[in-house]
């Protein structure tokens, strides 16, 4: 039996790993948090019956209390209520599945409770690594990655031995405009970009995706997760999502782990892990794989990967930059305030405009979060 704690219970893969929790009988949740999904926390909360909820404004808190009164449910809100639930006694995983940098307080949280971290928020690890990885190795908490490139990268290291590793080749599937100029990209709208050709995901990392930013985030991560240098890892685009990501090693050999584009295997993996379950899922049919092909992303046309390689490189609080105006700039071109191409102007600017801070600690990487969202909101001011 294992009782989770789920950050972000309300998003994409909250709501997937719900559904896994649905399907196998010794899982149980302890506690759920969403942002503004009143009526969908509540839902959740009558379907898997949690002792705890949060949600991030006291506003919508009153709302889910009221609505929940019958219930044996305590609601709390905000960070501290986050806090507070990644803290509990008697449960086994945590789930970050939370958005945004929000996630990294509780994630210290839960590593100092000695709870196993499934890590979906990589927003944590790329601002904030350099105080996660000594911390989980301090208290000896494992962190399973749940994103799809950063599970396949631990199954194929699974194993083997760290010294024997060359590089890791992380797979991208070039979003809706592979290929494009960025001359053909400045006509982009809104309703183009959250068309990914092969993955169902939420609004935000969708545009990431279009914009190859998720990328450059994720080589950042991988970074901290496998304590592999930037010189030893390489994005490459594979158009089908079948390889997920591969592990290259010094004899030559490469171990990929491959799959049809679904985040509950990865999900399902880091909640059993290592216990592999069956799960009613498609499977990929190599009857009827036609090819895999793969391609050297150009960082002319995809600037974001080219910015994010720099950010990761010379690190302390330039990530954080990176990510804040990122979150920023994707927020402004879903209301239609920018273009698509002034996303990734808007992030070099802001990590042209911030003075680094080589060694930052949490309140200092916060600061630097508001600092570049204060700056973009002077900009379009």
Known sequence: MKRLVILGSTGSIGT???EIVRANKDLFVTALAAGRSV????EQIREFHPSYAVMWSEEAAADLRQRVSDLPVKVLSGMDGLIEISSLDGYDILVTAIVGMIGIRPTIAGIKNKKTIALANKETMVTAGHIIIPLAKEMGVQILPVDSEHSAIFQSMNGEPKKGIERIWLTASGGPFRGWSREQMRSVRVEDALKHPNWSMGR????DSATMVNKGLEVMEAKWLFDVDYDHINVVVHPQSIVHSMVEYKDGAVIAQLGVPDMKLPIQYALFYPERRPMDQKKPDF???????FEKPDPEEFEGLKLADMAGRRGGSLP??????NEKAVALFLDRKIGFLEITDLIRRSLEHHKVIDDPDVEQILEAETETYEYISHLEA
Do not use: C, H
């Open 16 to 18: 997937q790993t719900l």
């Open 39 to 42: 009526e969908k926390l509540e």
């Open 204 to 207: 935000k990392i969708t545009i």
């Open 287 to 293: 009857y009827k794989i036609a090819s895999l092909t």
């Open 320 to 325: 954080t930059v990176f990510n804040a105006a």
